[in-house]
């Protein structure tokens, strides 16, 4: 059995690169939960529910990227082969109101993880692989590629660019096996609903439904290299087969506004995006990252990744699923009035 150690599991990347490792038989999945008032695990809920097998390769420790005794406990007791840091504070948006907290868990909880698995290195091997970001390219103009420099536009970019550099280092200092894969956004119908396009699908999918009147948004000009997290998680595990650790750029090589993604939601619903969207001050950002374009040549060569899915087929997936979501919630509604 090979053991996969994957923070941020309840997340969006972490039900996709769990479920992805749990469809292979020889792993056993290990992820990382924070405890928190009311339960927060429906994206993995259905792993917990599989089959017996499934069930058994399958364990969720309490421990968090904040508290460095509880990472290296989780460590010693799971002694992973492969070990995932997906876990942030995730939103560019809430990072400028919550910047100490963004950076402690994003910066200091990846070091704090790398920490702990070079302890582990000692003793057996383990590869580490960090979740990095194309926010960190900030106002670097596209295409930006594994030679574009950073130019960081928010905390949780600067807390990025640290742990990618932390990454690193641990691999040049201490022969650590540590990847970092630069991602460029990926979206599902998991994503968290405060990401553009998730509120997008959503809240057109809402419209549609009767359940909702406009949809307020931000930047409608920001423009996105936008691809589907089960595609991008794939890639996060082809870093960590390769014989040498190394970094990655994994993106579309397509980029399309927030406009566009507006008109493609509202349009498969037969709608006109004008008729609903109004303008807030409140969602846009101090300072904004315009344009992003990856280059994932690297990846596509080395790697032999390439995504499946394209912006077209995206957006149509995330309708379908929240198209769903809406109709069940408006029956639940129409039946639950006295
Ligand atoms: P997400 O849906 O926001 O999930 C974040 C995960 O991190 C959740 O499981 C969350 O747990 C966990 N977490 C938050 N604070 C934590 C803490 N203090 N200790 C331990 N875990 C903590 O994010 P995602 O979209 O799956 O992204 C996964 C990773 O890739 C993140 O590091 C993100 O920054 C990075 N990334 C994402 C994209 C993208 O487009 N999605 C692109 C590039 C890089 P709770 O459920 O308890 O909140
Ligand atoms: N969230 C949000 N809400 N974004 C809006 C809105 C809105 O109402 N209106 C316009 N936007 C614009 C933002 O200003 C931004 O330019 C763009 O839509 C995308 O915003 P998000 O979906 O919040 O994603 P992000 O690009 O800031 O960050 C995501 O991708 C990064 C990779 O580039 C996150 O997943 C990060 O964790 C990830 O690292």
Redesign the pocket.
Known sequence: MRRALI????????SYLAELLLSQPDYEVHG???R?SSL?RQRIDHLAARDASTRERFHLHYA???DASSLSMVMHQVRPDEVYN?????HVRVSFDQPEYTVD??AL?ALRLLDATRQLARTQPVKFYQ????EMYGSAPPPQGLDTPFHPRSPYACA?VYAHWQTINYREAYGLFACSGI?????SPRR?ESFVTRKVTLGAARIKEGLQKKLVMGNLDARRDWGF?GDYVQAMWLMLQQDRPDDYVVATGETHSVRELLELAFSSLELDYRDFVEFDPRYTRPSEVEVLLGDATKARTVLGWKPQIDFRGLVQMMIESDLELARRERFARTYSRP
């Not at 997906?86 to 995730?90: F, H, W």
């Not at 979740?131 to 194309?134: L, R, V």
């Not at 991602?183 to 979206?187: A, G, I, R, V, Y």
């Open positions: 923070t941020g599991i309840t997340g969006q990347d972490g990382l939960v924070r928190s927060n968090d990227l904040a997906l876990g942030a504070q995730s868990v994003v909880g979740a990095s970001s194309s990025k991602l460029f956004n990926h979206e968290g997290a």
